[in-house]
């Protein structure tokens, strides 16, 4: 399984970007997405995440109403609409994918397989 990120790049502050993950390998399945981001001074923090059946999404309460998580099933690939942009959301963005369960988790550990991560910088 493999998962490649894609989509990052310099804005200004107030901007837009959208993250693709695509997904490849036979025998993939995941029951959930997710997308994290790390800068050099924090550990890797939970931003979004989506069930594949149904939808369902969950974000921490710093990028509410400014992302967007989305999927299309027959393309294996799961978006990432980031609006509003601030510095602060300056990041490498990360995606991943939980082959286990259907919790929406915010928790590394949850998930099996990661992509190799985008830079995202916002300019102010």
């Known amino acids: 399984v493999q998962l490649q990120a894609s989509g990052g790049g310099l804005v200004q502050a107030g901007g837009s970007l959208k993250l693709s993950c695509a997904a490849s390998g036979r025998t993939f399945r995941a029951f959930v997405m997710g997308w994290f981001r790390q800068t050099p001074m924090k550990e890797r923090e939970f931003v979004a995440a989506?069930?594949?059946?149904?939808?369902?999404?969950r974000y921490t309460d710093s990028v509410k109403g400014r992302f967007t998580i989305s999927r299309d099933n027959a393309k294996n690939t799961v978006f990432l609409q980031m609006n509003s942009l601030k510095p602060e959301d300056t990041a490498v963005y990360y995606c991943?994918?939980?082959?286990?369960?259907?919790?929406?988790?915010?928790?590394?550990?949850?998930?099996?397989?990661w992509g190799q991560g985008t830079l995202v910088t916002v300019s102010s």
């Open positions: 989506i069930r594949w059946n149904t939808g369902t999404t």
């Open positions: 991943a994918a939980d082959s286990d369960s259907y919790y929406l988790s915010s928790s590394t550990s949850a998930y099996d397989y």
